[in-house]
């Protein structure tokens, strides 16, 4: 009996779900975070009669085989980038993209890592940073004893410097995007890293074909909807307890032929 193999991989399927909801759930407010689903397929199965067989002298053959299945397994989380809300902050500094792109981060390291977070803020040396200290790429620079910023729906950024009724520009903020956004890697911190599977980054400005605006003064929402992920937690409480109830059906049987004398 292969039950009891077949339903362990069913609960240890329906664990990873809900650790990937508990996720969603656990990043509801946090700024630009976008949500994941588990993606699941059947694992290999197992063939007692093959279809096609021959099943006579006379040339007839089986029009269905007979082929055990056995298990699930995790085949992916898929990240769903869907535009989030868009929050008023009246922070000159922050920033939401409107649309497709993110915001490139250049990293201690050297790399580079992209964003969606636009909560910016002015490092000592009055340079544009993220919440971690990290740069904006390309790096701006905010002169001293500057009274207000504009940023343009283009990403062209100025400042007004003192009593001077002229602009400075400071800089173009571009944004990047990806073939496949999707493929993009996780690092925490709200920066993802870019990979194979995404594709190299195409830098561009706002505004630009396929390519999203900003909005100066807001932030992106994360696009968890709780009301699905609370759902989709219930289904998958009551698919564990249905595998669960599966390993206790064929412990059952299997007393039971244990105990045939």
């Known amino acids: ?3 009891l193999g077949i339903a362990a991989t069913g609960m240890l399927a329906q664990q990873t779900n809900v650790d990937v909801i508990s996720n969603n759930i656990a990043n509801a407010n946090t700024t630009g975070f976008k949500s994941s689903r588990a993606a699941f397929q059947d694992l290999i199965y197992e063939t007692i009669k093959r279809e096609g ?3 006579s002298d006379q040339g007839s ?11 699930v397994q995790t085949a992916g989380t898929i990240r769903l980038n869907t535009q989030g809300g868009l929050l008023a902050t009246e922070n000159q500094l922050d920033m939401a993209i409107d649309g ?16 969606r977070d636009g909560a910016f803020q002015l490092s000592a040396e009055g340079v544009l940073v993220n919440l971690q200290g990290y740069e904006m790429a390309p790096g701006i ?19 007004f410097v003192e009593d001077d009724p002229t602009p400075v520009e400071l800089g173009q903020v571009t944004l990047s995007t990806f073939t496949n956004s ?7 911190d709200n920066l993802l890293q870019a990979t194979s599977a995404s594709g190299d980054p195409i830098q561009a400005n706002p505004g630009d074909p396929g390519v999203g605006i900003i909005r ?3 932030l992106e929402t994360s696009n968890v909807n709780i009301i ?17 109830k599966t390993i206790e059906t064929a412990d059952q049987m299997l007393s039971a032929a244990n105990q045939i004398r």
């Open 1 to 3: 009996m292969k039950a």
């Open 53 to 55: 067989a021959i099943t």
């Open 61 to 71: 053959t089986r029009p269905t085989g007979v082929d055990i299945g056995l298990g």
């Open 100 to 115: 497709q792109g993110y915001f490139t981060i250049n990293l201690p390291n050297g790399g580079l890592a992209y964003t």
């Open 141 to 159: 620079t905010i002169p001293e004893n500057t009274v207000k910023i504009e940023v343009s729906d283009q990403g062209l950024l100025m400042a």
């Open 182 to 188: 999707a493929g993009l890697k996780a690092l925490g």
């Open 216 to 218: 100066q003064g807001f």
């Open 228 to 244: 699905q992920q609370i759902t989709a937690l219930i289904a998958a409480q009551r698919a564990y307890e249905m595998n669960s």
